[in-house]
């Protein structure tokens, strides 16, 4: 059953099969956490979410079109709620000010990656939803454009234009670690 599909799965899952939820359980809760926490900026928040959308799935199986793929529904799943939470104007404060606090704590490292990877988080951090959405999909979970698409809605022209205006301004904000600066 380990090799069965998502989609597979997800049909066995509609008609009480456990080991075939453990299994998808284990295949994407850690990416899913780690996705919903790009929006939440704390761990415990986005396991929370993430066992919610796994909630919903076994309560609801029948919401997932069979003819779909399932990443792209648990995705765009998790993302909706990780929206949704944020659109909460009290949350959004609690998050913001937790992240600043975490920010503060972090050890500073003089290596050249350790910078760079902390100025992408920093930058990462005035990106706006879209731009977190596209930048997390296709650069940390790898996925094609078209099911970016899918995910974010979007059209996929939408999709290519975004990530293009988005590393553009990458690039221009971390210009200072390449040779060329």
Same mark, same amino acid.
């Given at each position: 059953m380990k090799q069965a599909t998502d989609e597979a799965l997800m049909q066995l899952i509609s008609k009480g099969n456990k080991a075939a939820l453990e299994i998808l359980y284990e295949r994407?809760? *850690?990416?899913?956490?780690?996705? /919903?926490?790009?929006?939440?900026? *704390?761990?415990?928040?986005?396991?929370?979410?993430?066992? *919610?959308?796994?909630?919903?799935?076994?309560?609801?199986?029948?919401?997932? *079109? /069979?003819?779909?793929?399932?990443?792209?529904?648990?995705?765009?799943?998790?993302?909706?709620?990780?929206?949704?939470?944020? #659109?909460?104007?009290?949350? #959004?404060?609690?998050?913001?000010?937790?992240?600043?606090? /975490?920010?503060?704590?972090?050890?500073?490292?003089l290596h050249d990656l350790e910078l760079l990877k902390k100025e992408i988080r920093n930058e990462f951090k005035v990106m706006n939803e879209k731009e977190k959405s596209l930048f997390v999909l296709r650069f940390e979970h790898e996925l094609p454009i078209k099911e970016i698409a899918e995910i974010t809605q979007l059209p996929e022209g939408s999709v290519k234009s975004g990530i293009y205006y988005l590393l553009k301004k990458l690039a221009k904000n971390l210009n200072r670690f390449t040779h060329e600066s």
């Open positions: 994407y809760f *850690d990416k899913l956490t780690w996705f /919903a926490q790009q929006y939440t900026y *704390d761990l415990h928040l986005a396991e929370d979410m993430v066992q *919610d959308v796994f909630i919903k799935l076994i309560e609801h199986p029948e919401q997932f *079109d /069979a003819t779909k793929k399932f990443s792209t529904w648990v995705y765009s799943l998790t993302g909706n709620k990780c929206k949704n939470l944020l #659109r909460d104007s009290e949350n #959004r404060s609690k998050l913001i000010n937790s992240q600043s606090q /975490a920010n503060n704590t972090e050890p500073h490292s």
